[in-house]
């Protein structure tokens, strides 16, 4: 099992900027990569960015292109999501996700076996 701890959020204009930190630990090398989710009120959760373990692939929601990087430190088990050019359809409870070994889609939530307890983000217009 894996434990993740997410931090960095909060309330920002739109336009702004915020880092969100997920601090992993555990069996969190018996994993593909990490991910994260968002939830926005009223709806579905989400898929926002993912990583594979290696760093070398990325993978992003178009809606986020452009706008959020997803990266990691492997060393301090850490995973990172830098969100740029904010907008009020980014408010939501952001969530990270450590990815399952040979469970399918980084984009797929199902494919991801441990969650961490969310981090809120709040855009202002």
């Known amino acids: 099992q894996v434990q993740l701890v997410e931090s960095g959020g909060g309330l920002v204009q739109t336009g702004g900027s915020l880092r969100l930190s997920c601090a992993a630990s555990?069996?969190?090398?018996?994993?593909?990569?990490m991910g994260w989710f968002r939830r926005a009120p009223g709806k579905e959760r989400a898929f926002v960015a993912a990583?594979?373990?290696?760093?070398?692939?990325?993978y992003y929601a178009d809606s986020v292109k452009g706008r959020f990087t997803i990266s990691g430190d492997n060393a301090k088990n850490m995973v990172y999501l830098q969100m740029s050019s904010l907008k009020p359809e980014d408010t939501a409870v952001y969530y990270c996700?450590?990815?399952?070994?040979?469970?399918?889609?980084?984009?797929?939530?199902?494919?991801?076996?441990?969650w961490g307890q969310g981090t809120q983000v709040s855009v202002s217009s």
């Open positions: 555990g069996r969190a090398f018996s994993r593909d990569g």
């Open positions: 990583i594979n373990w290696s760093g070398s692939s990325t």
């Open positions: 996700a450590a990815k399952l070994r040979y469970s399918g889609s980084y984009y797929s939530a199902a494919a991801y076996g441990d």
